[in-house]
């Protein structure tokens, strides 16, 4: 998820990293996480303190104050990187310029190659 807000509307917040935001705390399938005070923000604004909540559920969270960007990175409960392999969808345009879905890849070995000028 990346944001330039340091408290996102919750439902942003929940397309973004799949976790729902209940009563209960952050849940993700039969797992629920209880969250502090101040978390969630439900009196008519309806918002969440990013980094309180991704703290809580160990998503690493990094801020670039020369743009005001904030990127947080997917959960980590279980002292991993990643919860699963299943890659989310990414769609780039090829060296020709045609779209490429990472998802026409499918059920085979992907290898992924970063690079950055900077």
Not at 83 to 88: F, K, L, M, N
Request: charge should be negative; charged fraction near 20%.
């Amino acid at each position: 998820m990346i944001t330039t807000q340091r408290r996102v509307p919750t439902e942003k917040f929940e397309a973004a990293t799949g976790w729902q935001l209940k009563p209960e705390g952050a849940c993700k399938g039969e797992m629920c996480v209880p969250l502090p005070p101040g978390a969630t923000d439900d009196n008519g604004g309806g918002t969440v303190a990013i980094a309180t909540v991704a703290g809580r559920l160990g998503m690493p969270i990094v801020h670039d104050q020369a743009r005001n960007v904030y990127a947080i990175g997917p959960e980590a409960l279980a002292g991993h990187a990643l919860c699963t392999a299943v890659a989310p969808e990414l769609v780039l345009p090829d060296l020709d310029g045609n779209e490429f879905r990472l998802s026409s890849l499918r059920d085979q070995k992907v290898f992924i190659v970063a690079w950055a000028p900077y």
